[in-house]
Structure formats: C-alpha cells, structure tokens
C-alpha cells in the first residue's frame, strides 16, 4: 500500500521569516493518510527541521552533488543536507536541467549520492512542449527514467515526479487524460525494469501548476500518489486544500 505524498518545492523563494508558513501549514494541515515534504532552499534546512521536530512533516533540499566531498564550490553534498536535517531531496528537475545543463546521467549519480546519505531522492522526469508536440512524450520520459534513476532504487529510498515542463509555472495543466497516459506508462516501465513489487512500490507524483481549484480532479488519475507542487506550497492557504484533496482520495 503506498503512502500518499503531498511535496512542496518552495524553490528560490523564502527567507526565515517566511518560516512561519511551515508552522500554519503544520498547524492547518492535519492529514494522517498523507505525508508531507517541504523542500526548502539550503539556508532554510537546519532552522526548519528544528521546528518541525515534533511533527509528521518532513523537510527536503532542491539538490545535491554528486560528490561526498571535495573542492566544489558552492555547492552541497547530500550528507551535509542530512546534517542540517533533511530527509530528502528533489534531483533532476526541469530547472536544473536547463538551466545547469544537467543530463540523466547526473541525476543518476546525485541519486546515488542521496541514497548513500540516506535521503529519499525525488527524480523529475518531463517532456518541454516541443517534444510533446512531435509526440515523443513517452520516448523522452522512457529515455529520462532509465538513465536517471539507479539500479539501487526501491520505494523506500526513490519517489518519480512527472512534470511537463510546459505546465511548470505556466498556469496550464496536463489533461486528465494525459497525465493517466504518462503515469500508467512510467509504473509499466518501472515494473518491468525492477519487477511487479517494487515497481508498485515506487510512489509516482504529479507536478505542474497544480492549485486547490484542480487538486481533486488530478489525484482521481490512477497512478498519481500525490504532486509535486511549487508556488502554491509557499502559503498555507493554497497549499492545504491540496493537501485535503489528496487526502480525501
């Protein structure tokens, strides 16, 4: 039985004042069937673990190296994000791709990084709007799922986020139809690549402009265990209705 997930992706957003949100959503959002991720910038970590002690909420990171250690700077290896008190970390996301130039191979080794600190690594897989025009959706979603994520990944330690790079901040929203299509696609390719049990075990997110008012029609998709949300997870008041919805599925 997989556990349903709510995760937020505050991205490049959020100071420690802005910290009081994580205390409204944890106050406003009891949701026993649900659980729940945040993943903050780096400099929000330690501060946000501390007071989210008590809670069922856990806090994440946006990246990590693929490195232990050694002479890179700026950036940040998964045992120092455990350090500070994540539990996980988002890995391969469409903004990283393009903006840092990030292939699959990569992701797959920060992925490895993230299981040997022991972080659930969440892997983002998407297709742009060019792609799904030439209809090579399910070619590039293949081809990103079978070199990003590592052999060693089980349920436990991996979760797979599709989200269409055309609807990530943009308002607009995959269609029921096409996300079901996706979804269905990813869970037969897992299957097949790791076998029946933990291919089922492998909890599949949906993320992309998902908002309160399309939460509940998204999570009545089969193979959708929860989503991967950006700007609505910044304010307890857009990111609880979601959270409701998902649990109400």
Known sequence: MRRK???????MN??????????????ACPAPGVDLLICLPATLIHT????????????????CHRA?????????????LA???????????????????EDSATVRAKAEAAQAAGLIGVICVGETLAERDAGATLDVIGA??????????????????YEP????????????????????????????RFGA?????????YGGSVKPDNAAQIFAVPEVDGALVGGASLTAEDFCPIIAALDAS
């Not at 959020?14 to 106050?27: E, T, V």
């Not at 049990?197 to 997110?205: I, P, Y």
Request: aromatic share 4%; charged share 15%.
């Open 5 to 11: 997930l709510a995760a937020g992706n505050w991205k």
């Open 14 to 27: 959020g100071l420690l004042a802005d910290l009081g949100q994580l205390d409204r959503i944890m106050a």
């Open 48 to 63: 946000a673990s501390g007071r989210s002690a008590s809670h069922p909420l856990q806090v994440g990171a946006q990246d």
């Open 68 to 80: 232990s250690a050694g002479a890179h700077t700026g950036d940040i290896a998964a045992a120092q």
């Open 83 to 101: 350090d500070a008190g994540a539990t996980a970390v988002i890995l391969g996301h469409s903004e990283r791709r393009a903006d840092h130039h």
């Open 144 to 161: 990103q799922l079978d070199a990003s994520v590592p052999d060693s990944a089980t349920g436990d330690n991996t979760v797979i986020a």
């Open 165 to 192: 790079v055309w609807a990530i901040g943009t308002g607009r929203i995959a269609t029921t139809d096409q996300i079901a299509e996706v979804h269905g696609f990813i869970r037969a390719r897992l299957i097949a």
């Open 197 to 205: 049990a933990t291919g089922q075990a492998f909890r599949l997110l």
